[in-house]
């Protein structure tokens, strides 16, 4: 029985068990499906903001989000997406969004790859503001050759993606 109420740790500790297992379930199937498409690592961080604005915060993010996959040079055919928030060393609160991007094998060889300034670009134009966002981008597990080592590098990808959406630490 939980309580469903948003910040309480153990619903978000099943809630985040609960995705991971139901997304490594289907990780083979997709694989499967898209055998020649790669997987990309995408965490974007954005300025800290006071705590009584989070809720507005996120829903600026999730039409951002929404506005970037709308755009013409957005590389994914699929992906998932996990909103975090952490305290920030002042007490602000401190938004970001963890992805994973399916991307077609034609992304690495063509002009749809995108650099790391690149994605800077994108992210800025797409969230709209005006300030140097935080981007990390990165392939994930190299080629799929099928191999255990490479399922347990995509497992472990998954993991990060959708680990809490809130710590204890930080409430």
Known sequence: MHCNVRLCLVCQHHKSKKRQRSFIDLL??????YKDYA?????????????NEV????????DSLNRAKKRKDWPA?????SREITRGKDGSAHPHLHMMLLVPPTYFS??????????LQFVKEAFRIDYEPAVRIQRIGGRNDGSQHYFHRMRKAVLEVFKYTVKSQDL
């Open 28 to 33: 083979p199937l997709v694989e499967m499906d």
């Open 39 to 51: 997987w990309l690592f995408l965490t974007i961080a954005l300025k800290n903001v006071c705590t």
């Open 55 to 62: 809720r507005n915060e996120f829903k600026r993010l999730n």
């Open 77 to 81: 055919k699929g992906w998932i997406v």
């Open 110 to 119: 063509t002009t749809a790859y995108m650099s790391h300034k690149k994605w």
